[in-house]
């Protein structure tokens, strides 16, 4: 099985080659493959989450399209946009007790 972070490397060289004005815009977001569990037996899922500040959101958004069809062509489910400065401000996140170096990520993306 290929990595999460191996698999989020590919899936920007991938964007950024073929879509470069797509990639300089996820350039300034960071993305990862988030893995879930779901069904019986569990099966898990991949799908690639985008954090992006507020400002960048309605931007990035314009694309999904794109991204949806090239992550379906990697194999992951989905592609899941997140408002990193939503999260950030949010009280009841535990991103920063659970995953610390991601929510160091986030703030230097919203600032």
Known sequence: MISEDILAQEFMRVVTHYYPKVGE??????????????????????????????????????????LRELAENMGLVQVVFLNATRLLRDPMSNVKRIHPRLWLDLHWLTT
Do not use: A
């Not at 960071?30 to 954090?51: A, T």
């Not at 309605?58 to 399209?65: A, G, I, L, R």
């Open 25 to 66: 815009l996820l350039d300034g977001c960071y993305v990862k493959v988030i893995s879930s569990y779901w069904g019986r037996p569990p099966k898990r899922l991949r799908y690639i989450g985008i954090y992006c500040s507020e400002k960048m959101m309605p931007d990035v958004q314009t694309h999904k399209e794109i």
